[in-house]
């Protein structure tokens, strides 16, 4: 089993919809928790970190479940604009890993 | 301008001619690392480096090598390149070791393909 599991997509989604994505990691020891987002073989860019709490940003919504290992990314008024990768990214002890990402595609 | 840089951008080469890929970063960053991407097997660790003289293997350390002699400075080694190291690679770096919520920086990319 991979230690970050995500589901690869695509996600093909009206402009406007509201989307969720969930990673699942495998190592209760995993201590950080990001998403992160990549456009076409471009460099990764942090979206935002991810709370035990949840956390916000303008239409940004994370969660972390760690009873349940998971971590989630909501996306509401979805744009033209947010077509990209998501990647989730748990950091474990010293070591940096990621999930393979969620293709997700806007259509007008 | 906060940056991390990476030189080459991309590379074409031949198997077994020895290559070196440079990372700088001017953002007085502790930890730094090297991914390396290809499509279905997403981003994955080769080293990492918690600070000056300290280095680390990641995930695919096999027929890397890094050094860390300065702090801005991390590059990484192909001794004898062969064709499955094909593929893009990032240098990162962040303020601090990855157990904070510090962000990670990353450079533009390296293309390498080795025929």
């Known amino acids: 089993r991979k230690e970050v599991e995500q589901d690869p997509g695509p996600f093909n989604v009206p402009e406007g919809a509201t989307v969720a994505f969930n990673c699942t990691y495998s190592?209760?020891?995993?201590?950080?928790f990001f998403w992160y987002r990549q456009d076409c073989r471009k460099e990764p860019k942090l979206l935002m970190s991810?709370?035990?709490s949840g956390n916000e940003d303008g239409r940004f919504t994370a969660q972390l479940n760690r009873a349940s290992q998971y971590i989630s990314l909501l996306i509401r008024d979805s744009k033209l604009s947010d077509s990209a990768t998501y990647l989730c990214?748990?950091?474990?002890?010293?070591?940096?890993?990621f999930g393979k990402g969620t293709r997700l595609h806007i259509l007008p | 301008e906060a940056q991390v840089t990476q030189n080459p951008r991309y590379l074409i080469t031949v198997t077994g001619k020895k290559l070196t890929v440079t990372c700088s970063q001017n953002?007085?960053?502790?930890?730094m690392s090297w991914y390396r991407q290809d499509p279905g097997l997403g981003l994955r660790q080769i080293y990492y480096?918690?600070?000056?003289?300290?280095?680390d293997k990641g995930d695919v350390p096999e027929g890397y090598k890094v050094s860390r002699k300065e702090k801005r400075n991390f590059p990484l080694i192909l001794e004898s390149p062969s064709p499955n190291q094909t593929s893009l690679y990032f240098c990162?770096?962040?303020?601090?070791?990855?157990?904070?919520?510090?962000?990670?920086?990353f450079g533009p990319g390296t293309r390498l393909t080795v025929t």
């Open positions: 990162a770096s962040s303020l601090a070791p990855p157990q904070g919520s510090d962000e990670q920086y």
């Open positions: 953002m007085n960053h502790e930890y």
């Open positions: 190592n209760s020891a995993s201590q950080s």
């Open positions: 991810v709370y035990s």
């Open positions: 990214v748990v950091n474990r002890d010293d070591k940096i890993i």
């Open positions: 480096s918690m600070n000056v003289e300290a280095t």
